[in-house]
Structures are given as C-alpha cells and as structure tokens.
C-alpha cells in the first residue's frame, strides 16, 4: 500500500523550481594547450575537438556512454579555432579552421581491420582552402539541402562559400561566392530553415572595432534569379563586437529567431515582409522587419558564444563572467535564466571517463537545496 | 497574481578555474563544458594542456530508470484519452474523464510506492514532488473534472484530506495496540484527529474505551456519542434535497452549541474541546495546528463545521481566509499552496502556469492540461492560446522524451497529437535518432513512413547507403539507395558493381541484383547492372539464342556505360561462334557490332 499520507514537506516546491544539473563524466581531453571548440555530430555519438596544439581530435561514444579518442592529428600550422561536422548524408566528414589563414575538409578513411579492433581510424585531408589572406575565423557547412557547401568567414572581412558539385569526390570543390563585408568577421550562422518559402539565408557578424560601418550583424539572402548573395539587412542596433552568432532551427514558424553573443546576449526576431512591389518576381532579397525578443546583460561582460539546442527551445551563452547560462521561453514568450554553470576551480579529483561519485551529485543537489531553502521562514 | 521567480541553480564544473571562460556544445540530452579562453582578435593567449571536458545532464537522468513506468503508463492511457470520441454525450464523457484521472492518479501512487521502496536519499526529493503532484491532480480532479456541485463538494475534499493525512490511521493502530489505549498519550489526538476528518465512527469507537474508564462520567460520555451520531450527512445518493439537509444540519449545530452554553462537557477538557470542534470554533480549531498541519486541511474541516453546503464559488473566500489565518503572517506563501490557492479560485489557467514553472519537469503540466482540455475546460476560460498551450505543454515532454535511447518511441504518439507544431517537431527529432543498427534504422524508417514524412524517409535512407558504402558493402548501399529512391546513388553504386565485375570477373551480391524486380528501373544503370548480370546467368546457363537477345537488347538500348562497351563486345564474340543464336540474331549482333566498333573507333 503507497503512502500518499506524507504531506509534502515545507518548501519541497521550491527544490523543484531549479532544474539541478550534475556532471555525470569528465573526460580527459589530453589536448597541449586550449582547447577552442567542441562539436558533436549529428547523431550525438562522435565529437571532435579543436585546439591551439593544431590539432584535431575525433572521439567516439560506445554504448555504455563512455567516450573513446579514435583519432587525434596535426590540422593545421596554427591554432585551430573551430571544427564542424557535415551531415551524415555526405559520410564522415569535417572541416575545420584555423589561425594559418587556412580551412580544411576532412574525410574519415575506413581502417584495417586490427585499427578497427583497437578502436583507432584515420582522417585524410581532401582540400586546404587558402583563400583568405588572414586568419579564418568561422567554418561552417551549409543546411544540406542546399547539397555539401562549405562557409568561411575570416578577419580580411570576406565570406567564401565553397562546393563540392560530387559528393563522392571531395578533393574538388569550387569557391561559388565571395562577399565581402567590409568588417573584419568572427562568425557566421545559417539559417537552417529548408522550407521553400525562405531562400537560402546566413548571418554574419563582425568584431570590427570600426565604428563607422555601424551595425555588426548581416544577413545575406540567396537570389534565384541574379544567383548571387545580397545583403538583406543590417541589424544598425548591434554596435559592439560580436563574437557568435547562431539561427535557431525553424519549426514551422513563419519568421527567424537570430541569437547574438555581443556585449550581452541578444535575440532578434527577423519577420519576412511581403513584398508590395510591382514586379512579379522581386529582384532584391526580402525585407526583414527586425525586433529585438530579449536582451540579458548577465554575463557582466563581453559574451563569447551563443548555441541553441536541437529543439530551440533552449538558448546557451558563455561569457566573460566564466559561466555558462540557459536560457529558455514560457509559452507566453518571457524568457528567463533557468541554468547556470560555473567553473569552480577546484581540482578534479576523480580521474578521467568514470562518472562523478552519486555522493557529489547528492552533495550538489544538498547545495542547490540549501541556497533555495534559505530565506525560508521556519517551520508551520 | 505575481510570477514565480526563482534564482537559477548554480553546477559547478570542476577544474575550470578562474580567470578561464568556460566553452560548451549541445548534445542530445546533455551540454559538453570545458575550459577554454576566448579572445579579441590579434590577441594571444596560452593556455595549459590536458583540460577536460565535462559532460552535464539534468538530474532527471537519475531518476529516469524507476520515472520509466510512470512515462509508459502514462503514454497508454494519453493514447486512449486521445480516442475518446467527439460526439458521446457529455455525461459519459464526463464519467470517463474522471475515470481517466484516477488512472493517471494510480500510475503517480505506483511509482511512489516503487520509489519509497529504493532507499537513495537522492529519491526522497522525487517521492515527495510526486506526492505534491497527486495532491494537486486530485484537488483538480475534484474541482474542475468531476465538478462536484454543493453538497457533493465537501464529501469530495473530505475524502481529499483523508487520502493525504494517513498518518491518523498509524498513530491510532499505535494507541490501539498499547495495553492501555485510553491512557496512551496520542489518545486524545487521534481521537481530535479523527473528529478533524469528519471520521465520527472511529471516533466514537475510540471514545468508547475512555468511556468505559471513566464511569462517573457516563452521561457526558454518552451525550457527545449522540452529538456525533446524529451530525447529517449530505447523500447524494438520497431523496433529501440540498435544502432539507441543510435545515436539519442547522438544526444538529444548534444543539452542539446549546450543549457548549450548559456546559455539560464544561468539566471534561477534551470533550469541551471536541464539542468546540463540532460547533467550528475557529480559535479552537486553530489551536490544533499541529494536528491539521495543513491550512486546506483547516479550510475543509472549517468548512464542514461551519458551512457543509459550500457551493464550488464560495471556495475561493474560505480558501483565502483560512492560508491567512493558519499561516504565519510573516511566511510566504509557497508554490504549492499558490497552486492550491489558484484551484480553490477556479483560475485553471494559473494552477498550469504555477505548476509549469514550480515543475521542472514536465510530464505532470502536460498530461493534466491534455485531460482538462478534453474537458473543454481550457477553452471555456477563453485563453487565446487555449489550445496551445496543451500543444506547449506535450511538446515540452515529448522533446525531453525524445533524447532518451528507448522512450522516444513514446513521444511519437505525443506529436501525432499536437495538429499543429507536432509534425514539424516529430521531422526536426527523428532525424536525430542515432541509426545504431540496422534493425533501429528500419525501426525509424517505419515511423517515417507511416506518416509521409518523404524526406525523412530519404535522408535515413541515404544516411545508411553512405555508410555501407563507406565499408564496401555494396549489397547493403543498393538496398539503401533504392529505399531512398535516390537514382544518382543508385547509378553510383551500380558502376561500382560493374568496376567489382571488371576487377575480379564476378558480380558480388547475386542475390539482392537478381530479384529487384521493378526496383532496377530507378536508374538506367542500375538496370543495365541487373540486364548483364541477368545476360551471364542466360550464358552460364547455355541459353544463348536469349543471351545474345538480351545483349543485344543492351547494345541497342545504349544503356551500357561507354566504359563497359569493349567488355560488352567482347561478350558477343563467344555468341556469334554459338550454332544456337538465331541467324537474324546473328546478323543483329554484327550489325550492333560493326556500329559500335564504328562508335568506339570514333
């Protein structure tokens, strides 16, 4: 027989209001200097690391959670700054960029059988685009119905959109568009709507101290007609460095929602206006009306990143302040902080790949409680 | 009334340390954290090696292996819900709603009962938020689902109060079960306790025993046995009307409260206590905080001595009075009683918007406005996003179903019932699933097709091929591709085969190539894969008049990769020295030759 008898003890609610998180596992990058990025594929079950050792590494998830180092190679001549993965439709593939004015694709080779049995596989460079004349900031792959493109953004101010036309061969790829933005850029983002109803889209933003070029957002709308990429607005409200930016995955709403890590977190709303205009077919890219949806300056300083979740339902920051802060949305659209993680400083007692202690996790949840529970009056 | 606002709970990752940012990536189900140092351009910073990454996931995750039932069952009766149909008349309908509650009420009550019986302290905190939402689903019950009118209404939330103050009934097997029940010191208490709950027949049983120790005292004993006997109750069941209960009522607390002004119980503290109870004294009644524990319990025990014929609208005031008078002036209301509050006022909108804020998790906010939805009751509060906010709701669970390795098949229902973002959600997710096996993969595929979803279907599907490819299983990647109808994957493919055969001199995968059946025609090369493999089993079979028919078929349908043309003249020539081609056959084949030859030669 279930006791229900037990009233609810005093404050028990207020435990359930924060979402408590735990670290269930540290893993032991065993990268020689920073580590710059972290990108997991499509399915969750790899990752790849970037750092300033130049080099990559590709880990693997076996089913039992645990995460093995399949590959780790020299990438680059300089710090490598990001590493992305290609949908799964094109194999294993990734790019990544670097500080050595260069972006790379990678391909992953199908092993020897006894590397497959210690778990090892190898990586082989398809192409080294140089283009760019400085450092390259931002390499990601474009939403794939759009086939296996490749973006770069770099600190000469320029965006390269690249193709492969055969996906089976990607030692060949072709640079398609240029464009330059006259800032120096740090990231780009695209948006990964496939609807028809929206062409081809991308933000980039720029950390350009130059303060005569006033906004450091730009949107970028594919043409079918002039085949060329046109600027489509300016967010002019956006004057300080921007430092990431990111599109969140459209689920059947009409308009876009843009994050931006600039000196705080902002997300915009991008609405698509219709156009009155004569023509039958417009021949410049659609007119956005922008509103700004939510705006936290947290992070007391500059913010560095800006992700969301696959659902977008949840907005991630990182920011000066050294924590990592979840943002998410009511249905009545408010946004609110409903998580924070920060670096403590303490050193990590258990070693690497063995999940953290249940004792730590009771021990965190002890600490939440307790920060909740005080101000708590005593007793009924 | 005021939102809920919380400070968000501080994790902390170990060494990162100060001065250092902390980078993070999304996965499925858990943030990847990490030490990092983010720069202005034309900065520079070194940094040490070996810094780790630190995987992060909710706490759900612990309690997820025993939360998994609650998930299922709960899944099994969403879906029935879901089938319940438009046009039964609404008494039915309202008998099965209520039917329906009570189901997903047993499922809370099974996994609290499988929770307290695993002793983690970590659980304790999940045991009780369960017990809060039980409580609160059964209020809603009560009030909105079943309705009960005045009346009805207070024998409703007396059976509330009993199921969720059991602790009387071990206080009292204690007492019983002493050698002396009548001088144990609970005695009084729970006999307090069961007039608190309106259970008068186990109070009077325990009162006999004190009765029977006190003779002298007989007749007060014996005058508060009839008081208690004779308190109406309000039978729905009966023919008295709601109006004749309440003037007997009346009648019954007029005596109680003549028995207080004689004194007859004025030299029996305890009695004169309980008779102060009957006639609701509230001071008396506050004065057993301890007993009540509870300020809704005061409210229905208030409620019963004072005013039995509550109507549902005249709650709220009484719900109100009573948290101010029980509660310490200087306390804060908690979320559970905001909550509570809200349902006695009626305000179905804010005990969701409460309880969606106060619970993290999200299954109890979205399973409870599904079922008032049902019940019309959201839209008869003309909310503009009333059924959007259901919508909200399902999707918020089913999404945090979806990461999960066996669950997510479970939010596949919950989407197939949300007309509006669930397909486009149900689309955005599946593609996630991790494609471990092939048997998952078609698992998915299944899904997919099912419901149209085209490019799902197709992108699975390629996904697959590709990486069959990768591994040199053609069989497996023509398979793929033909599922994924993808006709220049297929042509890849196929040209591979043809460059298998020219390397070793035989077709691998005989068995897929022979039958295709129709699916060879997805694109001319693989049909000609399937026509020349087709061509050298009518060869090894010494069928020659239809072999050289067949290629010639071939020649002539200019299908042949260019590549392939000199293997395909060479072909011939065995044939033309054959006796059994046809002489026209013959003349074809040197036509078709002598044209090639030309073609090749060009």
């Known amino acids: 027989m279930c006791r229900t008898d037990r009233v609810p003890t005093a404050g028990i609610l207020w435990l359930a209001l924060v979402v408590i998180m735990f670290v269930a596992r540290s893993i032991a990058a065993d990268h020689k200097d920073l580590i710059h990025d972290v990108s997991y594929d499509f399915h969750g079950r790899r990752m790849a690391t970037c750092s300033s050792d130049q080099s990559v590494k590709v880990w693997d998830r076996s089913e039992n959670g645990e995460w093995h180092c399949t590959a780790s190679w020299k990438t680059h001549s300089g710090s490598v700054w990001r590493v992305t993965w290609a949908h799964p439709e094109f194999g294993q593939v990734l790019a990544s960029c670097s500080f050595d004015r260069t972006a790379a694709v990678w391909e992953e080779i199908v092993g020897e059988s006894n590397d497959k049995q210690r778990g090892l596989s190898h990586w082989i460079k398809r192409t080294t685009l140089v283009d760019s004349r400085t450092s390259v900031t931002d390499v990601k792959f474009a939403p794939k119905h759009m086939g296996l493109m490749l973006t770069t953004c ?61 906004g450091k957002v730009q949107i970028y709308e594919y043409n079918e007609n002039t085949r060329k990429y046109a600027k489509a607005e300016t967010l002019m409200t956006v004057t300080d460095a921007v430092h990431d930016i990111a599109f969140a995955p459209n689920l059947g709403r009409s308009f876009h929602v843009l994050a931006i890590a600039t000196k705080d977190v902002r997300i915009f709303k991008l609405v698509p206006m219709r156009s009155d205009r004569k023509e039958s077919t417009s021949t ?83 600490q939440t409680s307790q920060n909740a529970l005080n101000g708590m009056s005593a007793g009924r | 009334m005021e939102e809920l606002d919380v400070e968000p709970a501080i994790t902390n990752i170990p060494a990162a340390s100060d001065g250092k940012h902390l980078g993070f990536a999304w996965g499925p189900g858990d943030i990847l954290a990490y030490e990092t140092l983010y720069m202005a351009p034309g900065m520079c910073a070194k940094g040490s090696g070996c810094s780790f990454i630190h995987e992060v996931r909710k706490d759900e995750d612990i309690y997820s292996p025993i939360l998994r039932k609650l998930f299922n069952e709960s899944h099994h009766i969403f879906v029935g819900l879901q089938t319940i149909r438009e046009d039964l008349p609404s008494k039915n309908k309202k008998t099965q709603f209520v039917s329906i509650s009570k189901n997903y009420r047993s499922v809370i009550r099974a996994c609290m009962e499988e929770l307290q019986q695993v002793a983690a302290s970590v659980l304790v905190l999940q045991v009780s938020i369960l017990l809060a939402i039980e409580l609160i689903w059964n209020l809603c019950e009560v009030l909105f689902i079943d309705a009960a009118p005045a009346g009805p209404l207070l024998l409703h939330l007396l059976d509330w109060v009993r199921l969720h103050k059991g602790d009387v009934d071990e206080k009292a097997r204690e007492v019983l079960q002493s050698e002396s029940p009548a001088e144990h ?76 002004q004689d004194n007859s119980f004025a030299s029996n503290q305890h009695l004169e206590i309980i008779c102060k109870i009957l006639v609701g004294d509230e001071d008396t009644l506050l004065e057993h905080k301890e007993l009540l524990s509870t300020w809704y319990h005061f409210l229905v025990t208030r409620l019963l001595f004072c005013h039995p014929t509550v109507k549902p609208t005249e709650l709220h005031y009484y719900a109100q009075s009573c948290m101010t008078m029980f509660l310490d002036l200087r306390s804060v209301p908690e979320p559970l009683d905001s909550i509570l509050l809200a349902a006695f006022e009626f305000d179905i909108h804010q005990v969701i918007k409460d309880c969606s804020i106060a619970l993290n998790n999200w299954w109890f906010v979205a399973h409870l406005t599904d079922l008032l939805d049902h019940c019309k009751l959201l839209q008869s509060h003309n909310l503009h996003f009333g059924s959007n906010l259901r919508e909200f709701l399902l999707l918020e669970y089913a ?112 068995d897929l190539i022979d039958n295709l059946g129709p699916a060879m025609l997805l694109s001319d090369r693989l049909t000609f894969l399937v026509k020349y493999r087709e061509f050298h089993k009518l060869y090894e079979e010494n069928r020659f008049s239809e072999a050289a028919k067949l290629l010639l078929s071939l020649i002539t349908a200019k299908i042949a990769p260019r590549s392939f043309w000199m293997t395909l003249l060479t072909d011939a020539l065995p044939l033309l020295e054959q006796k059994e081609v046809s002489h026209s056959a013959h003349c074809a084949l040197h036509c078709g030759f002598g044209h090639d030859l030309c073609f090749i030669l060009q």
């Not at chain 1, 400083?345 to 021990?363: D, E, F, N, R, Y």
């Not at chain 2, 009648?251 to 028995?259: L, P, Y």
């Open chain 2, 399 to 510: 999404s945090g179903l979806f990461t999960h390795h066996s669950l997510w098949q479970l939010a596949v229902d919950y989407f197939d019932n949300c007309p509006e973002f669930g397909h486009v959600y149900l689309e955005l997710q599946i593609e996630r699933v991790p494609l471990d096996t092939e048997r998952k993969a078609l698992k998915v595929l299944r899904i997919c097709e099912q419901r149209q979803m085209s490019e799902q279907v197709r992108s699975i599907c390629k996904i697959m091929a590709m990486r069959a490819l990768r591994n040199n299983r053609l069989g497996s990647a023509l398979s793929w591709s033909i599922r994924a109808k993808d006709a220049a994957f297929a042509t890849l493919i196929s040209e591979r085969f043809l460059q298998d055969y020219c390397a070793r001199g035989t077709f691998s995968d005989l």
């Open chain 1, 284 to 366: 410049g890219p659609t007119k956005l009306e922008v509103q700004i949806v939510a705006q936290f300056d947290n992070h007391n300083s500059q913010v560095w990143r800006v992700s969301w979740n696959i659902t977008s339902t949840l907005l991630a920051s990182s920011g000066d302040d050294g924590c990592v802060r979840l943002w998410k949305a009511n249905y009545m659209d408010n946004w609110k902080c409903t998580g924070i993680l920060k670096g403590d400083g303490s050193p990590l007692t258990s070693s690497s790949g063995q999940p953290t202690a249940m004792s730590t996790i009771v021990g965190s949840s002890v």
């Open chain 2, 185 to 260: 010191h609970d005695y009084w208490d729970v006999v307090v306790s069961y007039v608190l709950q309106g259970r008068f027949e186990e109070a009077r049983q325990m009162l006999v025993k004190q009765a029977t120790l006190q003779p002298a005292a007989r007749n007060m004993y014996k005058l508060m046995d009839t008081l208690l006997s004779k308190m109406p109750f309000y039978n729905p069941g009966g023919t008295q009307t709601l109006t004749e209960f309440d003037v007997k009522w009346r009648h019954w607390h007029e005596e109680v409260d003549r028995c207080l």
């Open chain 1, 154 to 214: 770099s600190a000469d101010g320029v965006v390269r959109i690249y193709e492969a036309p055969d996906v089976m061969n990607l030692s060949q790829w072709s640079l398609q568009h240029e464009i330059s933005c006259k800032l120096s850029c740090s990231c780009i983002s695209w948006n990964p709507s496939s609807s028809r109803a929206h062409p081809p889209m991308f933000a980039v933003g720029s950390d350009d101290s130059n303060v005569t070029y006033g």
